[in-house]
């Protein structure tokens, strides 16, 4: 995943790595004469309490913090922001879409769903929410790669 969301960052370029062999671990705590002037490519991945870590007992294990740990590791040059709410719905996310999208993202990651087939939302209901994000992305120009996280729903909810 690490590699498919740094090469979507790239947008068909060739990574950018650091110079040092050892990167630092954030872009926030490098020195100054370490980080270009440009900023790195941003992945900005909106989700539900999956993508938020909910229930983990540091925030430093969401999958977020860890894909940006290992394009750390890799010397990519990327920023992954954790958009993650708890008891996040589609209906949620598309509310907050607006307000996460003030910076131009590279990549943008959409997980949502699970608590609406939770709750028992029509799935219409759902997929025009998700259309609405999605239609909302793309106005962005240039528009950022999209990457749509599904999860086949439990049977036993209806």
Not at 9 to 18: K, Q, V
Not at 62 to 76: H, T
Not at 107 to 135: C, H, K, M
């Amino acid at each position: 995943m690490v590699a498919g969301l740094v090469a979507a960052a790239a947008c068909g370029s060739a990574p950018e790595r650091r110079a040092d062999a050892t990167p630092p671990s954030s872009p926030a705590t490098a020195p100054a004469a370490t980080m270009p002037a440009t900023r790195p490519p941003v992945v900005l991945i909106l989700g539900t309490s999956l993508t938020a870590g909910f229930g983990l007992p540091d925030p430093s294990l969401a999958y977020p913090a860890l894909l940006q740990q290992k394009a750390d590791s890799a010397g990519y040059r990327v920023l992954i922001h954790n958009a993650g709410v708890s008891g996040e719905t589609s209906a949620g996310a598309l509310r907050r879409v607006e307000w996460v999208m003030q910076e131009p993202v590279s990549v943008f990651v959409l997980e949502t769903g699970a608590n609406d087939g939770l709750r028992g939302q029509e799935p219409d209901s759902i997929r025009s929410n998700i259309e609405g994000i999605l239609d909302r992305v793309r106005r962005q120009q240039p528009p950022p790669r999209i990457l749509l996280v599904g999860m086949e729903a439990m049977p036993n909810l209806g």
